[in-house]
C-alpha cells in the first residue's frame, strides 16, 4: 500500500497551491516532530474541554484522502467505540459556531485522518477561505460506514494562521525549542506555505521574519497594502501612474524606509489631485 506520507513518495496529482497540498505538509509536520503535534492538539483542545497530552497516546498512525475513517485491517480490538474528534481548520477561526457530529450517508473524502490507537481518531477538514457557516457541511456530517466511532464533542475550529504562528515560534532560533531535523522539518514547511499560501501568512510578524529579506518585503507589502486600504500602490494617470508610496528595506542595516511621492510633476498632480 503507497504511503503518502512518505517524504519520497510522488504527490503530483495537485499543484502546488492546492489545499490538499497543505494538508499532506502539515500531516507530514505533525508525523515527524513531536512537539508540532502537541502544539497542534493544544489548538484543538482549547476548542473544548478535553485534554490531548501526545506522550500519553497511543503511537499515532496517518493517512490523507481517505472514504473511510478506520481502514479494514485496524479496527478496534475491543469492543468499545474509538473516540471521534471532528476538526476544521480554516484560514481564520470562530468560537461562536457549535455544531454537534451527526452520522452522515453522504459521499466523503476525509482530508486528514489521525488516530491514536483504539483511543482517539481525529478527522481533519482544510480550508484555505476566512471561516463560513457552509463549512461545517462536511465536519459536522460524517459517514461511519458502520465503523465503530462515536463523535461525543461538537467540531473543533482552528485557525491556519494559529497553526503558521505557532510552528513559526517553535522553529526560532533563539528559542532553542526545537533543533537538528525538526527544526529543519518546520522550517522547511513554513518556507513551503510562504512560498505557495502566502495568503495565510506564516511570517505574520516583522520579528517572525527573522530578517530574511524575501519575507520582509512580502511583510512589508501587506502593511503597505492594508494602509492604502488596496492591493494596488499605484494611481493610473492619462499618460503614467502616480507612486503612491514604497516601504523599502535595507537587509545590511536592517533598516526600513518608507518613501512617498506627493505627485510632485504635474502630469502626476492632475491625476493625483483629481
Known amino acids: 500500500m503507497q504511503d503518502r506520507l512518505n ?9 502546488a497551491n492546492h489545499e490538499n497540498q497543505l494538508t499532506r505538509a502539515l500531516l507530514v509536520v505533525l508525523r515527524y516532530c513531536p512537539i508540532a503535534h502537541q502544539a497542534w492538539l493544544s489548538l484543538v483542545d ?7 497530552i501526545l506522550h500519553s497516546l497511543p503511537r499515532p498512525t496517518f493517512d490523507t484522502q481517505r472514504a473511510q475513517i478506520l481502514t479494514s485491517e485496524s479496527q478496534p480490538k475491543t469492543n468499545e467505540p474509538i473516540k471521534g474528534i471532528s476538526v476544521l481548520c480554516a484560514a481564520d477561526a470562530s468560537n461562536e459556531v457549535q ?3 451527526l452520522e452522515s450517508d453522504r459521499g466523503q473524502v476525509l482530508d486528514g485522518v489521525i488516530r491514536y490507537g483504539d483511543d482517539y481518531v481525529i478527522v481533519l477538514e482544510s480550508k484555505l477561505r476566512e471561516f463560513a457557516p457552509g463549512m461545517m457541511d462536511q465536519v459536522s456530517n460524517i459517514n461511519l460506514h458502520g465503523q465503530p466511532i462515536q463523535f461525543d464533542g461538537p467540531v473543533r475550529i482552528i485557525s491556519w494562521r494559529d497553526v503558521l504562528a505557532s510552528f513559526t515560534d517553535l522553529a526560532d532560533q533563539e528559542r532553542r525549542l526545537v533543533s537538528g531535523a525538526e527544526r529543519e522539518i518546520l522550517n522547511d514547511f ?4 510562504d512560498k505557495n499560501f502566502p495568503e495565510l501568512g506564516p511570517f505574520n510578524t516583522l520579528e517572525r521574519c527573522a530578517g530574511e529579506p524575501s519575507r520582509v518585503r ?5 502593511i503597505l497594502n492594508e494602509v492604502l486600504g488596496t492591493d494596488d500602490t499605484t494611481l493610473p494617470g492619462t499618460h503614467t501612474s502616480v507612486k503612491l508610496a514604497r516601504l523599502e528595506y535595507e537587509s545590511e542595516k536592517r533598516l526600513i524606509e518608507l518613501r512617498l511621492w506627493p505627485a510632485d510633476t504635474l502630469e502626476q498632480a492632475r491625476s493625483f489631485y483629481t
Open 7 to 15: 517524504f519520497f513518495e510522488p504527490w503530483e496529482r495537485s499543484p
Open 46 to 52: 482549547a476548542a473544548a474541554s478535553s485534554r490531548l
Open 99 to 101: 455544531s454537534a457530529v
Open 190 to 193: 513554513l518556507a513551503f506555505v
Open 218 to 222: 512580502r511583510r512589508l507589502d501587506v
